[in-house]
């Protein structure tokens, strides 16, 4: 660690050397601490799959399933020699739609298939029943990511610009003749704009709660009288559907204007366009990299994936569950997954002291809150369960006579109907929302449950090989940060189990409120040299990580050997991040979590423990006056 550098940019002073020299990969917008443990298990899981290549029969029945879908992937020459035609019957199915009418005919397989429309229905847990899934309807997502980039008329130009010329190189590489390229994009961009009055911005997707707004039936059949979304509904889940839960209240009120004859050409060239980016990855490699120039060009990445890796990923995530239950099996032990089961006890018991000794807490929210924690579900390494829909899969191959368009359209129906038979049954809250193989956690409000990959319990957040510190100020922050999610401005609207519920105290939910509010203005508008945190954006992310590390210490503290440096530098070193400017830009308006920089410095800065470790004084950049400190959990 620089100690020169310590009391004015404690990330730069742990990370400063590893920053200089790291080096971001072509195909990627940044490389960090979480990007460095993926990319070793990528190495490991690419290995694998070439040898299982070779003896595909020695394996489990759905990892055979695997390989038969990466020996299609990996074989270009086919691809190439198979152009744009496996494209054509969705091209064809979407230019015989000459009316809403049609649309409403065909959208029932469009669903099914996964192909691009306006709005989609998806089955998801009910909030105010967590034991039940209900139906959700949300518009399609805008072109640029978020609906600021829009409102910076210069910002908007020079992304609608990136956007045009490279979906045009797409659209010719289809075939598409340019005048009626420039029609399509025209006519796209047009419907588009429709989108952007009626889209939640970022910050208003942050607080997840307003997502949840029951219509009723008869609501939604006088708000959508050119399109049948309850007939749709009903076909889809195969029942009578009595409400759906709308995403957005602006979308269903302006369904109709948007929705509408008048406006069919411009929607139906919207799904040409949107389709022919979705499925780009399905062609020719020349396809493939031109789909995925925009995105690239928005992050700032500079090269595609190679052939090999893309071959890999495109088989990877659609089996990713199998693989990742493999790789948890064979890579994460029983000794570890003890050792880590353990800690996160020791900190659900930690997080369950400091609510007893909360200050601002009444005794009736206390006991609800202990009750929450009591009843949390803790899920390490790997799922007891996958998703049954794997066993359905049936991969026929070329030789079959089949395509990578044909095979994602059969395995899209086959999930996509296992989801819609899900509806008003209890769900399993076995399943995980990720493969034990992703460098991740997360708390499902809804399940009150956290989860621990195997693949992110490695150094620097977990070894066996480092001090109980590190592992406090890694993995163990990480925990508590889960943990603390159950308590942070959404998470705290859920109770023991996961139903919406107002479990809270009046007093007691606006000191939380304003305590809240707090952390909003702690973060929001502090400079990262990249530009200013959105504190209203970060809110939640913010409020885990504070208390998280405030958990995590205390149960570092519990040991004798505890050691406040190498605490307090692990949790710098987990964050440690190299990117481009444009991503991390991108990220200042997309992401929940607070920027890497600030993660590591103002959540240290506002623990006194920090301050008065290393002696931070009111004349150093970490000082922050411990009467401005936000202390939630």
Same mark, same amino acid.
């Given at each position: ?29 940044? %490389?960090?601490?979480? #990007?460095?443990?993926? +990319?070793?298990?990528?190495?490991? !899981?690419?290995?694998? *799959? $070439?040898?299982?290549? =070779? %003896?595909?029969?020695? #394996?489990?029945?759905? +990892?055979?399933?695997?390989?038969? !879908?990466?020996?299609? *992937? $990996?074989?270009?020459? =086919? ?555």
């Amino acid at each position: 660690m620089n100690s020169e550098l310590l009391k004015k940019n404690f990330y730069e002073a742990v990370n400063g050397k590893w920053i200089e020299k790291a080096v971001i990969p072509g195909d990627q917008p940044a %490389v960090s601490t979480f #990007l460095e443990l993926h +990319l070793g298990i990528e190495k490991t !899981l690419m290995n694998l *799959t $070439k040898k299982w290549e =070779k %003896v595909p029969s020695d #394996l489990p029945v759905n +990892l055979q399933k695997f390989i038969a !879908l990466y020996r299609m *992937t $990996k074989e270009y020459t =086919k691809r190439e020699e198979l152009g744009t035609t496996p494209f054509e019957p969705i091209l064809q199915s979407i230019q015989n739609v000459t009316s809403l009418d049609d649309l409403h005919n065909m959208y029932k397989q469009f669903s099914l298939e996964s192909i691009a429309t306006p709005f989609t229905f998806d089955v998801n847990q009910d909030f105010l029943n967590s034991n039940n899934q209900i139906l959700y309807f949300s518009a399609a997502n805008l072109f640029l990511p978020d609906t600021s980039y829009y409102q910076d008329e210069a910002k908007k130009a020079q992304l609608i610009g990136l956007f045009t010329a490279t979906t045009t190189q797409l659209l010719s590489l289809y075939g598409f003749e340019q005048d009626e390229v420039d029609r399509l994009l025209t006519e796209a961009l047009a419907f588009d704009e429709l989108l952007v009055p009626v889209t939640k911005s970022s910050v208003e997707k942050a607080d997840y709660v307003k997502m949840y707004n029951p219509v009723s039936k008869a609501e939604i059949q006088k708000l959508s009288t050119h399109f049948d979304l309850i007939k749709q509904a009903e076909a889809l889940v195969q029942q009578p559907v009595d409400q759906l839960i709308v995403t957005n209240l602006d979308f269903i009120h302006a369904f109709d204007d948007i929705i509408c004859e008048d406006n069919f050409n411009i929607i139906k060239s919207w799904m040409i366009v949107s389709n022919a980016i979705k499925f780009a990855n399905d062609l020719t490699d020349e396809i493939r990299i031109a789909g995925g120039a925009f995105r690239r060009g928005l992050s700032g990445i500079k090269e595609a994936q190679s052939k090999e890796k893309f071959a890999f990923y495109q088989a990877y995530n659609r089996f990713d569950q199998v693989v990742g239950l493999y790789y948890g099996e064979t890579y994460f032990g029983p000794v570890a997954k003890g050792d880590v089961k353990t800690m996160v006890h020791e900190i659900i018991g930690i997080y369950q002291e400091r609510i007893s000794d909360n200050t601002w807490l009444n005794k009736e929210t206390k006991e609800k809150a202990i009750r929450k924690l009591s009843t949390l579900s803790v899920h390490v390494g790997y799922p007891d369960e996958l998703p049954p829909y794997y066993d359905q899969f049936d991969i026929k191959g070329y030789d079959q006579g089949s395509d990578l368009v044909q095979e994602r359209l059969s395995m899209d129906r086959i999930v996509n109907q296992y989801q819609f038979d899900q509806y008003h049954k209890e769900p399993n809250k076995n399943l995980w929302f990720m493969p034990a193989s992703m460098v991740n956690a997360y708390y499902n409000p809804s399940n009150n449950q956290i989860v621990f990959p195997a693949a992110i319990l490695q150094q620097p957040y977990y070894s066996i090989d480092q001090s109980k510190s590190e592992n406090y100020g890694g993995v163990g922050a990480v925990m508590a940060h889960e943990i603390s999610h159950a308590f942070d401005n959404n998470g705290a609207k859920f109770d023991e189990t996961g139903s919406l519920f107002n479990w809270w105290t009046d007093q007691d939910l606006e000191a939380f409120n304003n305590r809240a509010k707090d952390m909003i203005a702690l973060f929001d508008g502090v400079e990262t040299g990249y530009g200013p945190c959105n504190g209203e954006l970060t809110v939640s992310e913010n409020i885990a990580d504070s208390g998280g590390l405030r958990c995590a210490l205390e149960a570092s503290k519990k040991n004798s050997d505890h050691n406040y440096d190498e605490f307090f530098q692990n949790w710098a070193r987990c964050w440690r991040m190299k990117a481009s400017l444009e991503f991390k830009q991108l990220l200042l308006k997309i992401d929940v979590h607070g920027p890497a920089i600030l993660r590591a410095n103002l959540q240290l800065s506002n623990m006194p423990e920090f301050q008065d470790f290393y002696k931070i004084t009111k004349d150093d950049e970490m000082y922050l006056d411990k009467d401005k400190m936000v202390s939630i959990w």
